[in-house]
């Protein structure tokens, strides 16, 4: 395995000096080693994958240095445009080190690593879109032992080329790395117990849409524990961002029907502009579970205690807008604003971190979907 120090010198002997990127659970060991290591305008987690794409063509536009992106395979869908319509040797030739997490990776044998169903597919195509989009690649991993030659060369290929290239990391590529941050949101109530108290009360009549990662898992278990149907919940467990959407689709075909959405803090940053448009939606209770992280694929940090969400509601349309700071106050809240009229955003305050033993969904995706179009009719 790659030590994260030994890669950390590996960028520096490659001069590279500015990191970005969205969290990956692949990459987590590395990133913690680079946000303790790196200053925080060197390494900047940011928003979404196209937007780190745009924090490294405007480094190289103001150094002259290559800086390294990196993702989820499942990103790559985010970083095209700004790849291909900006950064292509063909356009502006920007040189850019991308450093891919490779989920649901294809076997030599044909076979797939065992992995979440959202990444079947994209880790069969994750090296196409790459040969597609005419960006040389190398993949590393665990037994991977010249990494400084490696990225030196990749460094070197993306100056030659005017253009993006990428280091596509397998499974347990990484050591793991110990972060010693404290958590300063600790004295909240856990997400999953959040979602508990949000649904414990809630009108069997109300459609659900989750956000994907730990979210949906927790609220897949929390139905069965308390022996509540599932059939009214669709949990979004791809597509990262895309949850308040959904449910704004849903809300505008349906608008005698209430609509829920439990989003995270992460999700909602991604695509923010969105909530200009699920504002709109009178029917449409907006939950974010904030716990200031990308909790599902390790915890770093996100700008979700820097903002403040219920301004930003107000400014984008909802007519309604709170924050709950206490476990005590949630379903009585949630219950309140979905009964009133016109959108609300409620911001739930919560700690990051999950269960040891929490399950994944064991439900077929097409039985969900068909159970969930179902209670939409009924």
């Known amino acids: 395995?790659?030590?994260?120090?030994?890669?950390?010198?590996?960028?520096?002997?490659?001069?590279?000096?500015?990191?970005?990127?969205?969290?990956?659970?692949?990459?987590?060991?590395?990133c913690a080693y680079i946000d303790k290591k790196f200053s925080k305008k060197k390494h900047i987690i940011a928003t979404n994958e196209g937007s780190a794409v745009g924090l490294a063509i405007g480094?190289?536009?103001?150094?002259?240095?290559?800086?390294?992106?990196?993702?989820?395979?499942?990103g790559l869908g985010n970083s095209i445009n700004p790849t291909v319509s900006l950064a292509d040797p063909k356009v502006y030739g920007i040189p850019i080190i991308f450093l891919i997490g490779w989920r649901g990776e294809n076997l030599k044998n044909g076979r797939q690593i065992n992995d979440e169903p959202q990444h079947l597919k994209q880790g069969k195509i994750t090296l196409q879109q790459l040969k597609i989009l005419g960006i040389p690649y190398k993949?590393?991993?665990?037994?991977?032992?010249?990494?400084?030659?490696?990225l030196l060369k990749l460094k070197k290929l993306a100056l030659k080329r005017k253009g993006p290239v990428a280091l596509v990391a397998r499974k347990g590529t990484f050591l793991k790395f110990k972060t010693s941050k404290i958590d300063k949101m600790s004295n909240f109530i856990s997400r999953e117990n959040a979602i508990?108290?949000?649904?414990?009360?809630?009108?069997?009549?109300?459609?659900?849409?989750?956000?994907?990662?730990?979210a949906s898992r927790e609220l897949f278990e929390l139905r069965k524990f308390n022996k509540q149907s599932n059939g009214g919940d669709f949990l979004t467990i791809g597509g990262m961002g895309h949850a308040n959407q959904i449910a704004t689709g849903i809300a505008l075909e349906k608008p005698q029907r209430k609509i829920l959405c439990i989003d995270g803090d992460g999700s909602v940053l991604m695509h923010m502009g969105s909530l200009a448009v699920s504002a709109q939606c009178s029917n449409l209770t907006h939950i974010i579970l904030n716990n200031e992280s990308h909790d599902s694929v390790g915890?770093?940090?996100?700008?979700?205690?820097?903002?403040?969400?219920?301004?930003?509601?107000?400014?984008?349309?909802?007519?309604?807008?709170?924050?709950?700071?206490?476990?005590?106050?949630?379903?009585?809240?949630?219950?309140?604003?979905?009964?009133?009229?016109?959108?609300?955003?409620?911001?739930?305050?919560?700690?990051?971190?999950?269960?040891?033993?929490?399950d994944r969904p064991n439900q077929k995706l097409f039985k969900s979907k068909k159970k969930f179009m179902d209670f939409l009719t009924n």
């Open 299 to 358: 915890g770093q940090p996100t700008k979700g205690g820097e903002i403040n969400f219920i301004k930003i509601a107000k400014a984008c349309g909802y007519k309604n807008a709170k924050i709950v700071t206490k476990s005590s106050e949630i379903s009585r809240t949630v219950n309140k604003e979905i009964n009133k009229k016109g959108s609300s955003l409620i911001v739930i305050k919560c700690r990051k971190g999950h269960r040891s033993n929490l």
């Open 59 to 74: 480094h190289y536009l103001a150094t002259k240095k290559p800086a390294l992106v990196y993702m989820q395979n499942s």
């Open 196 to 214: 508990n108290q949000i649904i414990i009360k809630l009108n069997k009549k109300v459609a659900t849409i989750s956000t994907t990662g730990m």
């Open 139 to 150: 993949t590393i991993d665990c037994k991977t032992k010249n990494i400084n030659f490696i």
């Open 1 to 30: 395995m790659i030590e994260p120090y030994s890669f950390l010198s590996a960028l520096r002997k490659a001069k590279i000096k500015f990191v970005t990127g969205v969290p990956d659970s692949l990459l987590k060991d590395i």
